[in-house]
Each structure stands twice: as C-alpha cells, then as structure tokens.
C-alpha cells in the first residue's frame, strides 16, 4: 500500500522546525520549536514528543513512507550530525539522529545535510523537477551546496561530498569560519557580503548611504535596502560579491556539467544585484564548451516551507 | 551468451591505437595507424578495414560485446567527437565516429573522452577497482579528468562534464591553450612545467643544471632528469606544480568527496618529486572533515597498454 505522508525536519542552529507533508508536497501539519543547547538527548526527547503528536494527529505511523531530517554537518550513509558548528552537542561529539527518531517514533528515518535537503527538495518540488544534473547552492549565514549527478546526490566515499562554500576562491584571502582561508563561503555568505560592506566603507566609500551605519554592524540586509535606494557603493558590492559567485561557478560547471545552478536563501533575495553580476561571471570565465548552456535559477519555493519541503522529500525514497 | 570480446580504440592526436581485450584485461590483438590530417571519413573507412581484419581473426564479430573508443573531445551522449583541438577535420566538425564505426563493423560502439576511457580503465583493471567514488587525473600534453560518482562517470548534462583541467587556479594567470587564463593545465601539463621552469631559469636560477639549455626548449623530461641529479631549481619546479595540483585536488574534494584520485600520464612519473608536494599541499588545503581521507595514487596499468583497455572497458558496459 502507498503511505500519503512524510515528514520533513529541518534542524537549524537556533529552531527546529517540522510538518508531514502530502504526496503533492503540500505541508498539511506544522510544527516548530527551539534547536537545543543542552544535550542531544534531551533535544531528541523533546522532538520525539512533537513528532508523535502529529503524527497520531493524521493517523498514526502506518501513514508514513519515512521521515527525512536536514541538518548541518549531516552524514546521509551514518544518519548521523557530526560536530555540527552552530549546535553546542560537544565538541567532536557524533549524534545518531536518524536512528535515536526512528526509535521514538517507528518510523524509518533518513538524514542529510540541509543544502542537500535543498536539492532534493528543488528536484521533487521545485524549479529543478525533472533536472537529472543541476547544483543546489544556499546563500545564508553560511554557504551550502547539494549536487545532483545523474539524478542522485553527490554523497561521496564519506557521506559528506558538497561543500562548495568551502573550496577555495581567493589564495591566502579571508579567514573563513572552517578555518582556513579564501573561502567561498567568507565571501558569499550574509557575513560575507557585510565583510565586504566594511571594506568598501573604510576604502574609501565615505558617500554611500552604508557610511552613516556602524561599521561593524552594517549588515546584507543593510547593503540590500542601499542598493535599492540607488546606492553606488551597495550596488557594487553586489556586483564584487555576484562575480565571486560566478567565477566559483565556472569552475563547478567544469565539474559537473549541470543543467542548472539553483540559487535559494537569503543572498538570493538581493536579486537583480547579485544575479547580474553572477551571470556575468559565469558566460566570462566558463570554458567555451559550457559557455552559456549552464541555467542560472532562483528557487521558487516559499522560503518558510522550503526546509521542510526539502527533507521530507529525501524521505519518499525510504523503500 | 556471454560474448569474450572487447574492441578499445584510442584517438590520439598524432597515432591511434585499438586491441581486442578479454574479460580479464588482456590485449590479445592490437593495432596502431597514424591519425589523420585528411578527412574524417577517409580516417573512419582506414581504421575500419584494421579493425575488421582484427575482428575476423579472432572469430568474427557474434564475439564481440562492443567497441569502446576513447577520444579528444569525446561526446558519450552523442557519440560524436566535437572539434577537437588536436585533430584537423575542420573547425567546428562534429564527427558521429560511433555510429559510423558500427555501420562499418556491425557491432555496438561506444564513446567518451579519452580521460573518461582512462577512468573506466581503472575502475575495471587498475587501481580503482571496487571503488565508486574517484577522480581520474591524466597529466599529459594537457590535463584530463573523469569523475566517478556513485560508481558511474559523470558525463552532465551535455556529455562534457569532468574538464578539470580547464578549472581556473590563478585568476588573470597564465594563458591556457583553451584561450582562457590561468586554467590548471596551463601549470600542470607537461608544457605547463616547461613554462614554469623558463620561468624559473629567467628569474635567476642560473645555477641549474636547466640553465644550460636552451630555455625556450626546456622540456619536462629535462627537469626530471636534472632533478634526479639533485638539482634545486628542477626540485623547485615540480614542488610549485605539486602544490597547484595538491590545492586544485582539495577543492575537487570538496566537491565529490573520492576515495581516491588517481593520476596518470608522464607528469605522474615524475614520482616523489611531485607525488610528495601534491600531497602536502591537498593536506594543507582540504577542509577538516575530507582532511586525510582522500587517497592519492599512481595508475600502475602499462602507459602502452592503459588508453586501449580503458576505451575497452566501456564496452562491457554496452548491454
């Protein structure tokens, strides 16, 4: 018998949030709380317990296919979150999510990273359905990637291929989060893009709208409302920002060949400002064999929804 | 029945080489005749009579599970070799070589890139055997590369995935034969060692060994005989390339996450001299999680030997 539902869980740094969805990838129950700071334990009691009441809500846990979870530093072949930078578990510490949920609820559960997630949500109900080869990027507080080969996801031998937010763009450049540095992601990132805002300010960008904000406050968010207001410093911010992003590109699509790059997140949002410049970049530094075949996408999928959306659909290939 | 035969042909620039090959990798029939500077057709009706002479000598063509061939340029989608740069059929010729050598034997015939060839090749010979995540690198005249992801070659969405040597390593560097600048082959292509070390020997390294030839004639083979007699500047040299290949591969890690990647080609003999920096550098600059886990390895398939069987070997996967 085809089960009607799974449900998705998108495991963030500051709110878990969660909803069983419906074949036609319409979340038909919600549910949100706090992501932890105590222990994991403690953490998956409390999600055990919300999950379970939606779950007895539509019919009990014979209505579900399986249960897919995105989270950062996800490992799909262990099911497990492996020293996730933003939740305070213990350092180094390994937490088997996938199979501590599927306990609490005997449901079958499947774990990913969250720009995995992405992807596979893109592919089932997104701008990328029917797509066999695109690359999923995420433009958040970090840099993320998911990438669709052959209609799979790029797991790799360990479970944690993908992480395009930290190849390295600029030798000896930034320092980034991770570490190291020159990262995509010290660039790219909301964080990134506020870096570069602070730059530009102190080199000399004294007219700009930016100059009036703290400095090291100023935010891409901030740098967005400047470059609506007609700013020239905000907008080339974007555009330094936006040809990064396409260079880095470039060199993917000489990786992968995909059909479409798949842009979502909050950085995606700036628009016209940021997609220019990558496009730009992209036809520039492509090798000619590529050179415009290469599709440049928005997800169109509501931002609020899209996390759940993405894990549940990992969860339809539970068999 | 299970057919014991395999045809692999190998389109060089300057000579092409085919065999018949059984199950267990063994050459049993080889041939070789110059490629062409006439046209694509006068090469596709000399090669077919080679290789039907080859055909009837072993049986007949009922013993053949196909014809794999490995070109420059090679479409596997299409079977079509595409404007290759070394080979004179007219620019922008696209060339259906696949299914005019079928119509010319009668038995199924595939295509890829030549570097794809050589990854097939050691997936089913070499040192990759059993592992479905690597990443074939062949260090030659250019670089090459085929990606194995989930134990299948990544060909995207076009059929032209895997060009990593046309991935940009130094913005604004080199030119690159592609026309493009500072792509990774422009440094780790036997011409791109001869450029490094003009390079090397106009700023100063006088007191090489290298400085005694003609610095516009410098070949690779020169610096690896002169760093095996010790000599610092030839050390130097391929200690600068080891380093932009070990900082390229760290960033294809991040994409695909391989068990392995394996290099191939006369770059690669250069052995410790360049084996130990590349190395070094992918250590350096891999990010923590990949950190140690990737292998780097030496194809050990005769370099006589490797084009015919890889090309081969994608034909036991024709069904």
Tied chains: 1, 2.
Excluded at 23 to 32: L, P, S, T, Y
Excluded at 117 to 134: D, L, P, Q, W
Aim: glycine share 14%; charged share 20%.
């Amino acid at each position: 018998m085809v089960k009607p539902y799974v449900m998705g869980i998108d495991v963030g740094g500051t709110n878990t949030v969660f909803g069983v969805v419906d074949a036609r990838g319409k979340i038909i129950e919600a549910g949100k709380m706090k992501s932890p700071s105590e222990t994991a334990e403690s953490y998956c009691a409390t999600l055990s317990v919300e999950l379970n009441k939606l779950i007895e809500h539509v019919g009990g846990k014979e209505k579900f296919n399986g249960i897919g979870i995105g989270a950062p530093n996800g490992n799909y072949y262990q099911g497990t979150i492996e020293d996730a930078p933003n939740i305070s578990w213990g350092k180094g510490r390994v937490v088997p999510l996938a199979n501590m949920l599927s306990a609490a609820t005997g449901i079958s559960t499947v774990l990913t990273n969250d720009a995995n997630a992405a992807a596979i949500g893109e592919m089932t109900y997104g701008v990328a359905k029917g797509m066999k080869n695109f690359i999923m990027i995420t433009l958040g507080t970090g840099v993320g990637s998911g990438i669709v080969v052959n209609g799979t996801l790029v797991y790799g031998h360990d479970g944690f291929a993908g992480e395009l937010g930290h190849v390295i763009v600029k030798k000896d450049g930034r320092v980034c989060g991770c570490g190291r540095k020159g990262c995509l992601e010290a660039y790219a990132s909301a964080t990134g893009v506020a870096r570069t805002a602070k730059e530009f300010i102190e080199n000399g960008g004294t007219k700009s709208l930016l100059a009036q904000l703290d400095v090291n406050n100023v935010t891409s968010k901030d740098v967005y409302d400047a470059a609506m207001k007609g700013d020239k410093v905000a907008i080339a911010i974007f555009k330094e920002t936006g040809n990064i992003l396409g260079e880095a590109f470039a060199n993917f699509i000489a990786f992968s060949s995909p059909e479409a790059i798949v842009l979502f997140g909050g950085l995606s949002k700036a628009g016209k400002f940021i997609m220019g410049p990558i496009q730009e970049a992209m036809d520039e530094y492509s090798l000619g064999i590529f050179k415009g075949k290469t599709k440049l996408l928005m997800s169109d999928l509501p931002e609020s929804d899209a996390a759940v959306l993405g894990a549940s659909a990992l969860a339809w290939e539970i068999k």
